[in-house]
């Protein structure tokens, strides 16, 4: 390179005939993705071997009967055997369901093994841990029943495709772009605002969620992508961060779900948010309180779905009453405003309310996550962001 800026000449020479192959067999290789990209439709289908498939099935169908029968054992037992049981028991089952495609089953009974690992460590804590073996027994008992039969109901059609369900996902089913396009799970041309991003570690999985809520400006929809790192792959999984742009996202995936649906894309364009856009933020909260507690509960009873529901609320006002944050909306519902327990300490912002500039008012929004607290058997809202007409401030981090 030296020599060619100093001007010295250089013989031109035939390309060698290793090289000239290799660049013929790149240019054909771009040219038939090329051609396949304008003709979709010529595209040959993946051959499915069914053969293969309908083992698989029979394979998590002799799971499920495994993990039936051991949840009825502890059940009979009762829950307080928890803490006269090794924790390596359970710990074993999950291997074993995860040698029999189920993965959703096999998280389980890792967090069951995770509570009475708790409970032998901490007897002081034994009775929460109990309740949240039992929690998850439910959960579970609730899945092996619908698992079976929609495992069964797969093998009779001979249907081996993704289906519109959560269940495919909770049986072990790794769901592609291309399923969801098959299903028509996605959108085009949209434009979503962060309202929220954190980060939690899931012990029985053992990786890191970092987890990111949008706000479609468009529909007024809120959806959550994650993004897990297994603490074993930490350096080979590229970290989230907040994002304080609005993303336009050309396709966006949406995977099969109720409420705050998990969400996907490959490529986006950030730009700044207009003030324009900012100011029509709020708009997009629930109707009222009433609204948003209807869905919640449906989503609570459904033991397959997460015991929250992420809301945005429109606001009338926020005061305390007897000590606790208590927001109201225009229409007079109200709803007390408090830490899940189960977020952990690190993620404590319901005090930060009133620590927002100026205060929250009538036309404001606030974000959260709506749950049941057992310890007064009421719903509560825990404050993750408060949206107004000139920005979004966010409560955690």
């Not at 396709?251 to 207009?274: A, D, K, N, Q």
């Not at 869905?295 to 606790?324: C, H």
Request: net charge positive; proline share 5%.
């Amino acid at each position: 390179m030296l020599e060619q800026l100093s001007g010295k000449p250089f013989a031109e020479a035939d390309i060698p005939q290793d090289l000239a192959e290799k660049r013929a067999k790149q240019a054909a290789r771009a040219a038939k993705k090329a051609e396949a990209a304008q003709n979709p439709a010529e595209k040959k289908p993946a051959r499915t071997n069914t053969a293969a498939l309908a083992k698989r099935l029979n394979r998590q169908l002799e799971g499920l009967d495994m993990a039936e029968q051991m949840v009825e054992d502890l059940l009979n037992a009762g829950v307080g055997s928890l803490a006269g049981t090794s924790a390596k028991t359970y710990e074993q089952l999950a291997k074993e369901l995860g040698n029999h495609y189920l993965t959703g089953p096999q998280t389980t009974f890792s967090r069951i093994a995770l509570a009475v690992h708790n409970s032998q460590e901490s007897p002081d804590q034994a009775k929460r841990s109990y309740d949240e073996a039992l929690r998850v027994l439910i959960a579970l008992r609730s899945t092996i029943k619908k698992g079976r039969a929609f495992l069964r109901q797969k093998l009779e059609a001979g249907a081996f495709s993704a289906e519109d369900t959560i269940l495919f996902e909770a049986m072990g089913g790794v769901w592609k772009l291309e399923d969801l396009v098959a299903i028509g799970a996605c959108r085009e041309n949209v434009r979503l605002i962060q309202l929220s991003f954190d980060v939690s570690y899931d012990a029985a999985r053992r990786e890191y969620v970092e987890r990111g809520f949008w706000l479609d400006i468009d529909t007024g929809h809120v959806d959550q992508t994650w993004n897990l790192r297994p603490v074993k792959a930490l350096k080979y999984v590229k970290g989230e961060d907040s994002c304080f742009s609005l993303l336009e996202i050309p396709t966006l995936y949406i995977y099969p779900g109720e409420g705050c649906r998990r969400i996907r894309w490959e490529s986006s364009v950030p730009r700044p948010l207009t003030q324009e856009e900012q100011s029509g933020l709020p708009a997009l909260a629930q109707s009222d309180l009433a609204t948003a507690v209807k869905v919640a509960k449906n989503q609570i009873k459904n033991t397959l779905l997460p015991k929250f529901l992420p809301v945005l609320l429109p606001v009338g006002q926020v005061g305390m009453i007897n000590g606790s944050f208590v927001l109201e909306d225009p229409v007079g519902g109200r709803i007390v405003l408090r830490d899940r327990p189960e977020d952990g300490a690190d993620h404590a912002s319901a005090a930060r309310v009133a620590a927002v500039p100026g205060g929250l008012h009538r036309g404001d929004a606030l974000f959260g996550l709506m749950f049941y607290d057992k310890k007064d058997r009421s719903l509560c809202l825990h404050p993750y962001s408060a949206v107004t007409r000139s920005r979004i401030i966010r409560l955690q981090y």
